[in-house]
Each structure stands twice: as structure tokens, then as C-alpha cells.
């Protein structure tokens, strides 16, 4: 579980962020005093979450079954039980192309991954936007974010469906200072998804799920005194064991993310200057900005989670102001069928090319398995004590087999019957199924084919390309949302003054002091509005080889261009060493050149 920013519910039913309240009491058992905000007690609030859970489920519970299967089927579980114990005692080949499928987009989408950048929503400070950009880099970075992407994005490949997280935890175990991460959410099943969302990326998601299943024992440790036992009338232990919150071994417990909305009353002053306005700073913003000249009721949105099981809430809430839930979705193709979602990836409608070719390969090793094998026949005079040497000749590799002189006839070899041509066949008209259902062709997958020109090459990887897009699309906006959650949570994460580290887009890292006010070189980030965007073009990476060949290149053309940027050229480069050398070139171009008649007189 990761760790979050709690909140502390004030007498007056305000909430007051950023205090960290644990819900627990000191002797283990949960505060009866606490009540989740919108519900007369615990027990109403849990009562609404299994509901809520329960009916999110069922409504996804197809999707979520046959991405359970495609997961299987992508790990070489590809034989149908039923046909797998008709076939029991011959051979059950598995033939599995589904890696080398997945990977080759995976691959595509790694090339071509895009970062995220922020850019001022109004006339903001250019300067600060950057510093957010990069310390957004710095975020991914500390979080081997690349890892997240790319393993939520095979499992979209997969199935259709691979969330991740952004979560806030502690910087080190020292220390009350809270960074940001990018975390994975290893198991796709493990969220659910409320039954009203429809974006890719889970936006406008107004609750989501994430499960852990928890060992009794382990439970016990972590939470001494919450136990089955405390179940009101309402919520009987048999409700919870066949919603599979409770079983032999372990409980269900889950973060329920939700969005809270609470109403804030917005003020404009008399300079222009608009402030949410509450009964502590009134009489403060009034002496500041002069007398309100218009109000209006505002909602503000906030992520909110509580850790609950079936039957008690663990801890919480945890809170950020957000306008979306801090749970990332990358979603695959989705088709809605009279009200019903139906969603896949890539693997979904291969499986049958896929069972079907393991089956006539199989059955072609069957046939080769039980065919006879290649027999002699000779007259005895040919073979007389020589008889072990033909029976054992398959196994030998000699050459040269030698009868008897004086035979009636020699020896012929009787060859086996071939294996029917027609199941080599079918297993390769299957192997273009899978290509033709996927678009994904041998050109996209490094195989030769039947086009000879580059440019026939490139326009076939180019269908494949563009037969995948919508994945590439998904991914490229669950990352896009992503940054947009951390965007919000740096003013909220980084509002005290301190040293953070930065990443620029040279991949060079720096330390920038913030919100210090007797600091001049201090970047401010509360202030001010800022959205996100994904950069276009190549990465950096991929520029500055680009570069740097292209520096080689021109040096072909235009020796003279070392005795003008030479150090530039060095730098450019990754030889061992080139640091080094661009910095004794540029010494060396730094020197002023010296007239050798000068030098005579």
C-alpha cells in the first residue's frame, strides 16, 4: 500500500489538508467518533461501498473474465481444457507467437514515447512552468517510471486494460518531506472501475477500487482488534464470504478512491484580484484588495480515499484537491454494444488462429510420432550377420552401410510416409490469420517478405503502425493524465521551502531552491495556473544521436568545421572520453590564434 497525505476533520465538519491522523486508535480498534463525510455512520458508508462494488463488478464482470483469459493465453495457456483431455496422452504443442506480437508494440510505443511538458494556462511565468516540467521529470525518473508505462502498456496490449498510480509518499524514512511517484498497479484485476466511466484514461471516474488480498495472520499484525465479529445484524458474515471480502485465508482489503465536491465561495475585489473567501480571511483580503465587488458559489473537487475491507474502515481519509482520481487507466479498443462496454487488446481475436495452428501441428507431430519408420528389405544371403547393423542404422551416423557379396539383390530402403501436406498448410493459413486479424504484417516483425523495396518495407510497417494506433493513442493520453495529476499535486506536495531536484529536457540535472521568499533565485510554485501537453517529435535521446551523426557527416564535407566547433562536435558524442576532449578543445579554441610574423620580430 502506498503511504498518502491524510486530512483531519475539524469539529466544525471542515476539513483542515495536510495533517497526517490515522484513524486507529492507540489500543487498534477504529475511532467510533469518525463518520466518512456524506454518511450518518461507518456502517451506512460500508453498506454503500459494497453495494457500489458489488454492482461495478457485475457490470464488467464479462471484460474482466475474458482478460483474465487473455492473460493466460499470452503466458502459453492456449489449449481449450476440453480438447486438452480428449487429446491426453498425444501431443498438445503450444506454439506461441502472442510475445513476439505484443512485443513488437510495445517496442513501437517505447521509440516513440513522448514526455510530458507543462506550458502557462494564462500570461504566467514561463520560468516557473518549466521548473514544474522538470520536476516532473525528475518525478519519473526517481520512480523508474518508464518500467510503469511499459508494463501497463503490454498488459493493454494483452487484455485491453492497464492501470497504474500517482501516489505520494515519504522521501526517505528520516525525514516529514513527501515527494510524488509514479507506481505500478501490478495486477489489472485488481481495480475496478466505476460502471459509469467511459474514458480511456478513467477521468471521469467517480470511484475506483484497488484490492489487495491480505493473509489473516497478516492482517491480525496490521490491525490488531478489527475483527469479523463487530458485524452489525445488516451485514452478516455469509454476505461477506459470497462478495468474496472474506475467505479461508485472507480479507479483501481495498482503497476506496472517491471524488468529494464541498462548495467554496468565490470573491472579486476591487482591484480585479479573485480570492475563495471564508470567515477567517475576510477582514484580511478586505484591507488588502479593497471592498468585494462580486460572489458567486463555486464547487471544489477532492480525490478522497479511505483503506477499507468488508467490515470495517482500516484508515483514511487521505485527500488531494484533484479534479480526477489519482488511479491512471490505459485502456485498448472499446466497443459499446447496446449499452454494454465490450473491451480487448490485440490478443483477444487471435486466439482462435492461435488454437487452431497449435492443433494442426500438433497433429502433424502426432503423425510423425506414429508413423512407421524407415525399413529394409534384403535377401538373407545380403545381410546374414550384418542384420544388427541395418536395424540400428537410423541411430548411427555412418555413411556407408555394407552388405554381403554375392546377394540375390541388395537391400532397399522402405521410406516413411510424408506427413499430409494439408495440415502444414492449415497451420500456415492460421499464421496469416493472426497477422490479418492483428494488421501487424512480416515486414512490421523484421521478416522477410515478398516486398524487395525499402519503400514497399516502409509502407507495410506503416499499415501495421497505423492498424495500432489506438493503443499508442490511449497510452500516450494515460501518460498525458498522469502528468496532469502531478501537476495539480506539486503546490500541494512541495509547499514548503526546500531543495528539489530538476531534470531538464537535456537530461541534465540541477537543484532549484523553492518557495523561499528571501530567496531571489527561489521559484515560487503555488502560484500561478498551468496546464499539460505531451511534446511532439523525436525524444531527446533520439535527437542528440541524430545530431551527432549528422556533426560527423558534415566534418566529411567541411573539415575546417573542427578548427570552428570542434568541441561542440566531441560533446556531442558518446566515446568514452568525449567529455574530456570537448573540454580541451574548447580551451584550445578559447586561445587566441598567434601571427607567426609577430612571433619573428
Known amino acids: 500500500m502506498a503511504e498518502y497525505t491524510e486530512t483531519m476533520t475539524e469539529p466544525n465538519g471542515d476539513k483542515k489538508e495536510g495533517t497526517i491522523v490515522d484513524v486507529l486508535a492507540v489500543d487498534g480498534k477504529v475511532d467510533k467518533k469518525y ?52 487429446r491426453k496422452g498425444l501431443p498438445c504443442l503450444v506454439i506461441n507467437n502472442i510475445p513476439q506480437f505484443t512485443a513488437q508494440l510495445v517496442g513501437d510505443w517505447r521509440e516513440s514515447r513522448k514526455a510530458v511538458k507543462v506550458v502557462p494556462a494564462n500570461d504566467e511565468d514561463v520560468d516557473v512552468a518549466n521548473i514544474r516540467g522538470d520536476l516532473i521529470r525528475s518525478i519519473e525518473m526517481q520512480s523508474r517510471a518508464d518500467r510503469v508505462y511499459d508494463s501497463s502498456f503490454e498488459s493493454l496490449v494483452q487484455c485491453g486494460d492497464g492501470p497504474f498510480r500517482i501516489a505520494v509518499e515519504y522521501a526517505r524514512d528520516d525525514v ?45 499484525r496490521k490491525w490488531p482488534g478489527v475483527v469479523a465479529d463487530t458485524l452489525s445484524s445488516d451485514s452478516d458474515l455469509n454476505i461477506l464470504t459470497d462478495d468474496g471480502w472474506i475467505d479461508d485465508d485472507a480479507y479483501r482489503v481495498t482503497e476506496y478512491w472517491r471524488l468529494v465536491e464541498r462548495k467554496k465561495l468565490l470573491t472579486m475585489f476591487e482591484n480585479g484580484k479573485i480570492f475563495e473567501l471564508t470567515d477567517d480571511n475576510i477582514e484580511t483580503l478586505q484591507a488588502e484588495n479593497g471592498p468585494p465587488i462580486r460572489t458567486r458559489v463555486s464547487w471544489c473537487t477532492y480525490a478522497q480515499m479511505h483503506l477499507c475491507t468488508g467490515f470495517a474502515v482500516l484508515s483514511g481519509p487521505y485527500e488531494y484537491r484533484l479534479n480526477r482520481l489519482p488511479i491512471i487507466r490505459m485502456s485498448g479498443r472499446v466497443t459499446n454494444v447496446a449499452g454494454r462496454r465490450i473491451r480487448y487488446g490485440l490478443v483477444r481475436f487471435m486466439k482462435d488462429a492461435v488454437r ?23 535377401p538373407e544371403s545380403a545381410v546374414e550377420g550384418r542384420e544388427d547393423t541395418f536395424r540400428k542404422a537410423h541411430l548411427s551416423r555412418d555413411p556407408l552401410l555394407i552388405y554381403n557379396d554375392g546377394a540375390e539383390a541388395p537391400p532397399t530402403l522402405i521410406p516413411p510416409p510424408p506427413v ?66 502531478m501537476n495539480q499535486l506539486i503546490p500541494q506536495i512541495y509547499d514548503g521551502t526546500r531543495v528539489v531536484r ?54 566529411q564535407v567541411w573539415p575546417e568545421l573542427m578548427t570552428v566547433a570542434g568541441d561542440l562536435v566531441a560533446r556531442a558524442q558518446d566515446w568514452p572520453g568525449a567529455g574530456k576532449i570537448a573540454e580541451r578543445l574548447a580551451e584550445r579554441l578559447s586561445q587566441p590564434e598567434i601571427d607567426p610574423q609577430q612571433m619573428e620580430k
Open 502 to 555: 530538476i531534470i531538464g529536457e537535456d537530461e541534465k540535472m540541477k537543484f532549484q531552491r523553492i518557495n523561499d521568499p528571501m530567496d531571489p533565485n527561489s521559484i515560487d510554485l503555488s502560484v500561478g495556473m498551468f496546464d499539460v501537453a505531451l511534446s511532439t517529435g523525436t525524444s531527446y535521446t533520439t535527437r542528440r544521436v541524430e545530431a551527432a551523426q549528422a556533426m560527423m557527416d558534415a566534418i
Open 35 to 86: 463518520v466518512p463525510e456524506g454518511f450518518d455512520t461507518v456502517e451506512d458508508f460500508l453498506c454503500d461501498m459494497r453495494k457500489e462494488y458489488r454492482a461495478d463488478v457485475d457490470f464488467d464482470r464479462e471484460n474482466r473474465e475474458q482478460a483474465l483469459d487473455d492473460k493466460k493465453f499470452s503466458a502459453g495457456e492456449q489449449w481449450d481444457p476440453i480438447v486438452m483431455e480428449q
Open 176 to 220: 516529514f518531506d513527501q515527494d510524488i511517484f509514479v507506481r505500478p498497479i501490478e495486477d489489472c484485476l485488481s481495480t475496478v472501475w466505476d460502471r459509469f466511466s467511459v474514458d480511456p484514461t478513467g477521468r471521469d471516474a467517480r470511484r475506483v477500487y484497488v484490492d489487495d488480498r491480505v493473509p489473516k495472520n497478516e492482517f491480525e
Open 356 to 378: 487452431l495452428k497449435n492443433f494442426w501441428r500438433s497433429i502433424a507431430a502426432e503423425q510423425l510420432g506414429y508413423a512407421p519408420k524407415a525399413k529394409w528389405i534384403a
Open 420 to 485: 499430409e501436406a494439408s495440415l502444414l498448410n492449415e497451420a500456415a493459413i492460421n499464421a496469416q490469420d493472426m497477422k490479418d486479424v492483428t494488421g501487424i504484417h512480416d515486414a512490421s516483425l523484421g521478416i522477410r517478405s515478398n516486398e524487395t523495396s525499402g519503400r514497399a518495407i516502409q509502407a507495410r510497417q506503416r499499415e501495421g503502425d497505423i492498424a495500432s494506433l489506438t493503443f499508442y493513442d490511449n497510452a500516450n493520453a494515460a501518460v498525458l493524465e498522469a502528468g496532469d495529476v
